[in-house]
């Protein structure tokens, strides 16, 4: 049984920064390529980046890069997103997702497994 749960979310105005976390259950943790989706109303569901394995490799969406971090610590189960220089278009619930299947880096939804309930983000103008 895989759950994921994001924290971390809030209010903040354009500029400011926030980190979100999401805890994952499950033993094998650090054998789950991860990754960061978006999806702000009437939109579809966005990637932002994805992390592998060991968190030696990642992928950033254009939109994101420079300005979001994903990282993660395997000892703690837990995957982290430092999102700096927010703008208002950054206004989304953010979700995490486990790939527990291939082990490459993917920034298509498809390949992902499980989902958390979702954490929401809102960058004031």
């Known amino acids: 049984q895989v759950q994921l749960v994001e924290s971390g979310g809030g209010l903040v105005q354009a500029g400011g920064s926030l980190r979100l976390s999401c805890a994952a259950s499950?033993?094998?943790?650090?054998?789950?390529?991860m990754g960061w989706f978006r999806q702000a109303p009437g939109k579809e569901r966005e990637f932002i980046v994805a992390?592998?394995?060991?968190?030696?490799?990642?992928y950033h969406a254009d939109s994101v890069k420079g300005r979001f971090t994903i990282s993660r610590d395997n000892a703690k189960n837990t995957m982290y997103l430092q999102m700096n220089s927010l703008k208002p278009e950054d206004t989304a619930v953010y979700y995490c997702a486990a790939d527990l299947k291939t082990s490459y880096v993917s920034n298509s939804y498809r390949n992902y497994d499980y989902w958390g309930q979702g954490t929401q983000v809102t960058v004031s103008s």
């Open positions: 992390i592998s394995r060991s968190g030696g490799s990642t």
């Open positions: 499950g033993r094998t943790f650090s054998s789950w390529v």
